[in-house]
């Protein structure tokens, strides 16, 4: 009995060939180019500025921000940038997305000190003044004076905080002199 299937007979051409890549294999790496897309269309449009992207990719990424999510043009405008990202290399713009993203975190973390700096100066007074000019004498006491002056009254017309104009601008000075 002769068996069927002698394996030289089985041979596929991609055997012999050892820069064969499987559909599956450009499959996984076209949804990791998606995913990136992603993570770039999700980032505001100061932040995509940041990351010096090719000028036809930047622009794409912003007319992906106003297409409708969940709906099919939005499927094919992610596929196309991610078709367009194939061509920028991955690991700079892994480095510069994580710089992009540790920045707005330290700009975050120096509006918080900025925050409870303003408000310990607006609870204590005189005192705290004193101790943040010891601290930063890169401040105008004068300045901080009248900022505690100005907020204050304006408090007493409208207690929230967070609707103070004058607060806000106080809080900016904060962060902008504070060099820490």
């Known amino acids: ?13 991609y055997d012999q060939d050892d820069n064969y890549e499987s559909r599956a294999d450009v499959k996984r790496e076209i949804a990791i180019y998606q995913e990136y897309g992603k ?22 990424i912003l007319k992906a921000k106003t297409i ?15 078709k367009l990202m194939r061509y920028v290399d991955l ?10 993203l540790n920045q707005n975190s330290n700009e975050s973390a120096k509006t918080n000190v900025a925050d409870k700096t303003r408000d310990q100066l607006l609870a204590e007074g005189d005192t705290a ?22 907020t204050k009254k304006e408090l007493t017309k409208n207690p929230d905080i967070a609707v103070s104009k004058t607060a806000k601008e106080f809080a900016k000075y904060l ?6």
């Open 129 to 150: 003044v004193q101790a943040l000019i010891e601290q930063h004498p890169e401040f105008d006491r004068q300045k901080l004076r009248q900022f505690i002056r100005q």
């Open 1 to 13: 009995m002769k068996i069927v299937g002698d394996s030289e007979h089985f041979h596929q051409p």
């Open 68 to 82: 409708k999510i969940n709906t099919e043009a939005y499927r094919r405008h992610i596929q196309y940038i991610g």
């Open 175 to 180: 962060r902008n002199e504070i060099k820490d």
């Open 39 to 60: 993570k770039l269309v999700a980032l505001s449009k100061s932040q995509v500025q940041k990351l010096a992207l090719d000028e036809t990719l930047y622009d794409n």
């Open 91 to 100: 690991e700079e713009l892994e480095v510069a997305l994580k710089n992009v």
